[in-house]
């Protein structure tokens, strides 16, 4: 008697193949699929933008941002063509620090380091700390400057929305700042109004480790009138092509603003064309990344080019070891006259 064989039949080649490559096929065809309408949305997407962009008549917004920065420069320039007086903006005193800071993180981080500076670096030079006033999470309640002046001595309070503005420039913020306000160009024009003709601008979470001082002495700052330390990155500044100009950096580091030395009275010229720079930051921080190298930007402008002076020691990397990797917490500037730590900037990324 012929009995059925229960056994299961061996499958053939091809079937088994498809049970093998079934898995990834399926992943390649839903992968397929879902490039192929996110094509379908992006297209339809940059469609709708486009008529959108048409129907309000700005179908060259970039190129029409672009063309005003430029129209808006040949004026300024006329404007300091035609100006006589080389007097600055607020004269003030001879030497201070300004310390750009608003709102409760940046006043806390403020606070340590000028108490640290006068304190225990025992540091003597008059502080102001700057803020925009008008912006309610930035303003700075008589409460806070109490607390202040009850543990540091010699330190005042500007609020730049109450300063008078230059009419010849573009207005900073519009009356009333909300989403527009951008912290970059508030430091700009804290280093314009600052109430001192030599200025140490740095910033709230840059902290002295020595007392700066003596960096007005220097050789370097004294031949230049400006003192600026360098980023850690080495790469193209697209604003000068914008501007047809020859950045002429080679390997030279950007430029790092988290503190800086200038002499206001000597280059007033340059302050004028920083203001302008950072008031105009719907084109230049396109092409820069916010403030920190439209100052050498300004000197060019300034037809000041070969007075801009950086420091060339690159800065230091605090790292923190960790299981298979290391945490960054922070970098420190270099002394350009003993080499040593002279600033530490405080921040957290991975490696």
Known sequence: MVGLDSRRQPATSHVVLWRQARWPVIACLLLTLGLVMKLEI???????????????????????????FLGDHRVMQEWLLKRVSTKIPSPGGKRGIVVPAGGVDQLANAFINIYVLRNHLKCTLPVTI??????????????????FNSHITDVTFLDLSEVAYPGHQRWLFPPIPDSSYVGFKVKVFALYAAPYKE??????????????TSLFDLSSYRRHGNLFWP????????????????????????????QFLFDRE??????????????????????????????????????????Y????????????????RATAR???????????CLYSSHFRSQI
Request: glycine share 6%; hydrophobic share 40%.
């Open 231 to 258: 980023d850690r990155w080495c790469t193209p500044i697209k604003l000068y092509e914008k501007l047809s100009m020859d950045d002429g950096q080679g390997n030279r580091l950007q430029a790092e603003s988290g």
């Open 266 to 307: 000597r280059h007033f010229s340059v302050l004028e064309w920083l203001l302008f720079l950072n008031t105009h930051n719907e084109f230049t921080y396109r092409y820069a990344h916010g403030d920190k190298d439209t100052y050498r930007v300004a000197f060019e402008l300034a037809d000041k080019k070969d007075e």
């Open 130 to 147: 700057a803020y925009w006033g008008a912006l309610e999470r930035e303003a700075i309640d008589i409460d806070t400057i109490a607390f």
């Open 330 to 340: 922070g970098f420190f500037a270099t002394s350009p006259k003993w080499f040593n």
């Open 309 to 324: 002076y950086q420091v060339d020691q690159p800065l230091s990397v605090a790292l923190q070891p960790r299981l298979l």
């Open 42 to 68: 992006t297209e339809a997407a940059l469609r709708g933008a486009e008529l959108y962009r048409s129907a309000l008549g700005i179908r060259d917004l970039a190129g029409r941002v672009d063309r005003a």
């Open 199 to 212: 200025v140490l601008i740095f910033d709230s979470d840059s902290m002295p480790v020595q007392d700066p």
